[in-house]
């Protein structure tokens, strides 16, 4: 019923929770329990606090490139609280909170940026595949994890998130179609944060809307508030309903807004302006979703504080951690090429470790 | 024992190992219920069903893409892409992901997977379908790349490849998919990934080939009878890793090496090989390593693909010039 509701050619934007913290679709608002609802706001707002002390540590030099979540949180956490654990996200490198909500400790996910893949290193029952650079690819990647659990009957479901400048990637398409062949149990989740580094949206394609491109591979879309969390766990569990009884994919559209730059690197106000930032910093996911949780009685503004508090002293321990590791071992950049080191591969290794043994003579 | 040809040995091998293993699926474009444009798969779906052996959308990215999530999530896939030329498409995934895998997550994710397509030339076809290329896979750390030459080679090569716990790109020489016969086991049996063979014992020359090369070395071979020259023929079987021991001991007791490919010249696997012999046989040459190569050129059709083949009277040539260096 949600999907013909909110077909796409209809344009029209699933929204439960408004930006002022207000059911406004309450035939709808899912039925979630309290401590469901509060370890979903504790990992967004853990994830606010690493994502800002990450860009202060690059800024401080400590910290390599990295690329901010921050305006993206309800996107990330309301899609995978909406999958069962054993549900695999296959995500591109934006989804700092997907990745906390599965388990990863935050040290493993500051490594990663801190420059040691160490920090790719994902748990195994986390469900998780790593931080994936190359733009689209993931849909791929995401279709086979779906085709294998079709075939093993093994009931999960594959996510794979997106930007919006992802989906003018062959990858996109071609993932999507693939498992839409055989109805593979895949979910698209394309994060719409508006802008492909500076490209916006709308130079990008033309069409109207990105959930409206489901209709070409024969399957289900939806357009969904991406900064309400409650109308993204609602569309993130449909779809994956739908996908796990068979029928194969659904492409929903987050529609949010990155409220940082790109990454590091790149320095947004040549290509928005303020004023429009600072009309989405009041479609904050966070606010929103702390005052839906303040009038349901289950948080206040008392724990809020200490809940930051804590989070910042979390953070900044976890880091203090990660910078404790120092370099990479010499036997770890050349021991998982293969599973077994070639002969060409073992001489190198022993070409360098002996020059250096020698102190680099 | 069967007298097989070498694609019936390949389609014997995934036969074998699908019946063994029921992770093993098989896939690409008309792969399944037409066999393929080969007829490699022929008869597989049939068998194990379209689950296990299915046709794709014509779409290389999304074939080797979904083999990586097949691969972590507990298939081993053997995906065939139709034609070397249209790896490229697909390369991108190959090698941006496939290759990495195991490195980026430090183990967490080893992917045991299976790329199989024809390459060479031979069949005159049109373009993008008489490609070589190894050197562009087996450049690529994370790839092992393997090339069989005869049907007993190729059977016990794609079942290591298909055990092996990383990605093993597998060509098939395609010109000569049906061109000989050979005595092949019925029962499963293993080469290993890395070894070389040695073809023909000979203490003059070392000659390294792969692939449908290896006859063209032998064909050369015929060519030298009257000379009086004495040829060890290598089939370096697999580009990488390199059994660099095999080609180093005969270099050692011949003291001559030449290096015959058909992929394009510059950069390919003969100045890697030679490379090698130059660094640790320098003492025991006794002529300056030489190769015999297609040109720096695209494959031309089939009015002009002669000139740019190896030919077995381009070898032996060759062959004299170093044993007379």
């Not at chain 1, 409220?259 to 910093?281: F, K, M, Q």
């Not at chain 1, 910078?323 to 077994?340: H, P, V």
């Not at chain 2, 024992?1 to 063994?20: F, G, H, P, R, S």
């Amino acid at each position: 019923m949600l999907f013909k509701d909110y077909d796409p050619l209809k344009k029209k934007q699933l929204q439960i929770l408004d930006p002022k913290g207000k059911i406004v679709n309450p035939d709808l608002e899912p039925k979630i329990k309290k401590e469901e609802l509060l370890k979903m706001y504790k990992t967004m707002a853990l994830g606010r606090v690493a994502d800002i002390k990450a860009l202060q540590y690059q800024r401080q030099g400590r910290m390599l490139t990295y690329p901010p979540n921050k305006g993206q949180e309800a996107t990330q956490v309301g899609a995978i609280s909406a999958l069962e654990p054993t549900d695999w996200l296959s995500p591109a490198f934006r989804e700092l909170n997907m990745f906390l909500y599965r388990g990863v400790s935050l040290e493993t996910l500051y490594l990663y940026w801190y420059g040691n893949e160490w920090g790719n290193h994902m748990p195994k029952d986390s469900y998780v595949l790593p931080v994936n650079v190359i733009i689209g690819s993931q849909v791929t990647h995401a279709a086979g994890l779906a085709y294998a659990s079709k075939v093993l009957k093994k009931n999960q479901v594959a996510l794979a998130t997106i930007g919006d400048g992802g989906t003018s990637h062959g990858e996109f398409y071609e993932g999507l179609n693939f498992a839409a062949s055989y109805d593979a149990p895949l979910v698209v989740v394309i994060q719409n944060n508006q802008y492909a580094i500076s490209t916006p949206r709308k130079k990008a394609t033309k069409a109207e809307t990105l959930a409206q491109k489901a209709v070409a591979f024969g399957i289900p879309g939806i357009q969904v508030d991406g900064n309400d969390i409650l109308a993204m766990y609602v569309a993130t569990k449909t779809a994956a309903e739908h996908a796990r009884s068979g029928k194969g994919p659904v492409l929903i559209e987050a529609v949010t807004y990155r409220l940082g730059a790109h990454t590091t690197s790149d320095d947004p106000t040549i290509y928005r302006s303020n004023d429009e930032v600072a009309e989405w910093e009041k479609k904050d996911p966070l606010i929103r979703f702390k005052k839906y949780l303040i009038d349901k009685g289950y948080w206040s503004e008392e724990e809020d504080k200490k809940l930051e508090e804590e989070n910042n002293t979390f953070v900044g321990e976890s880091f203090k951690n990660v910078e404790k590791t120092g370099d990479a071992d010499l036997l770890d950049i050349f021991k998982y090429t293969y599973k077994e080191m070639t002969s060409q591969l073992e001489e190198q290794y022993q070409e360098m470790k002996s020059f250096l043994e020698k102190g680099g003579k | 024992m069967a007298v097989l040809t070498l694609l019936d040995a390949i389609n014997q091998a995934l036969d074998q190992k699908m019946a063994e293993d029921e992770r093993v699926v098989v896939y690409g474009e008309d792969t399944g219920f037409e066999g393929g444009v080969f007829r490699v798969t022929a008869g597989l779906q049939k068998k194990y069903g379209e689950a296990r052996v299915f046709d794709t959308p014509i779409a290389e990215a999304a074939i080797t893409g979904s083999a990586i999530g097949m691969a972590i999530n507990g298939l081993i896939p053997v995906a065939e892409i139709q034609f070397d030329g249209f790896v490229f498409p697909g390369m991108t995934e190959i090698v941006t992901h496939m290759a990495r895998f195991r490195n980026r997550t430090r183990g967490a994710f080893g992917l045991p997977i299976v790329i199989r397509f024809p390459v060479g030339g031979g069949i005159r076809a049109l373009e993008h379908h008489s490609e070589s290329l190894e050197t562009l896979l087996g450049h690529i750390p994370g790839l092992k790349v393997v090339i069989p030459s005869t049907p007993y080679d190729a059977k016990g090569l794609l079942v290591s490849a298909i055990e092996d716990p990383d990605p093993v790109i597998f060509m098939e020489p395609k010109r000569i998919y049906r061109a000989g016969k050979q005595e092949v086991p019925e029962d499963i049996y293993r080469i290993p990934l890395g070894k070389a063979k040695v073809v023909k014992e000979g203490k003059d020359v070392t000659v390294v080939a792969w692939g449908a090369i290896v006859r063209e070395v032998e064909k050369a071979m015929k060519l030298l009878e009257e000379d009086n020259i004495s040829v060890e023929l290598i089939d370096l079987r697999t580009i990488n890793p390199i059994d660099e021991e095999t080609i180093l001991n005969s270099v050692k007791k011949t003291g001559r090496f030449v290096v015959v490919q058909e992929a394009v010249k510059t950069y390919g696997p003969g100045a890697e090989l030679i490379s090698i012999v130059n660094g640790k046989a320098f003492l025991h040459l006794e002529a300056a390593p030489a190769r015999v190569t297609g040109w720096d050129i695209t494959v031309p059709l089939a009015k002009g693909e002669n000139y740019h083949f190896v030919q077995p009277e381009r070898i032996a040539a060759q062959i004299k010039k170093t044993a007379k260096f």
